[in-house]
């Protein structure tokens, strides 16, 4: 498995309190990504990002933000969450723009009451 | 109309069965074509892909692309209660993003 790690793994938290999730990579990948999984939607991006301190919305990005100060490290924040936010979220790392194979993490499931 | 459509399933089939996972797309533009394998509770992994047309074969695993018709496949042969998983296609923009389908839950009965 590639280096990837996710946490928590699991999370249950009231609506409007602000969340973080963090993902860590060993594998020094420049690219790293935050994807929602709902069921009937499949995965989609909510950011990604190019570089440490270069970061970009992805097509389901409203009422989310991230950061990116380490090659390692990209923290998806929720800044209000919203019971719309419940779901399982999976970072995903790849290598170069122009490899397309992207390595995912194990998930965290997050529950907005 | 999504991008990519992928029929959720779930298929279920005995050991041993041909599987056959299929995806529609509507963007021409698409040149890359991946299947990913997700088992439950776990990040998707890449399985195999393709670029443009044709055929790739991987030991019990083939994908297929007819761009003509927009239409991918991925055919399990022999399949094996270890290939119970939902599959994603997916298709790369050419930029950041790649459009995943929705996944295809495969259950093999031994």
């Known amino acids: 498995d590639a280096g990837i790690t996710q946490s928590p793994r699991h999370k249950v938290t009231e609506t409007g309190t602000p969340v973080t999730l963090r993902c860590h990579q060993t594998e020094n990948h420049r690219y790293m990504y935050w994807y929602r999984q709902d069921p009937g939607h499949g995965l989609r991006l909510i950011h990604y990002?190019?570089?440490?301190?270069?970061?970009d919305k992805g097509e389901v990005s409203d009422g989310y933000s991230v950061s990116r100060s380490k090659t390692e490290d990209f923290l998806l924040t929720l800044e209000s969450a919203t019971s719309s936010q419940t779901s399982v979220y999976f970072c995903?790392?790849?290598?170069?723009?122009?490899?397309?194979?992207?390595?995912f993490g194990p998930g965290t499931r997050l529950t907005v009451t | 109309q999504k991008e990519v459509e992928q029929d959720p399933g779930p298929l279920s089939v005995p050991e041993g069965a041909i599987v056959s996972l299929n995806c529609t797309y509507s963007n021409s533009a698409f040149q890359y074509f991946m299947w990913y394998r997700q088992y439950s509770r776990k990040g998707p992994e890449l399985l195999m892909y393709?670029?443009?047309?044709g055929n790739k074969e991987d030991g019990r695993f083939t994908a297929q692309v007819d761009k003509s018709s927009k239409y991918i496949s991925l055919f399990i042969r022999d399949s094996q209660p270890s290939d119970s998983a939902t599959y994603l296609c997916a298709m790369p923009t050419g930029g950041f993003k790649t459009i995943f389908g929705a996944g295809t839950r495969l259950f093999v009965k031994a």
């Open positions: 995903a790392i790849s290598e170069s723009q122009g490899n397309y194979e992207q390595y």
């Open positions: 393709t670029y443009s047309s």
């Open positions: 990002s190019y570089g440490v301190k270069d970061t």
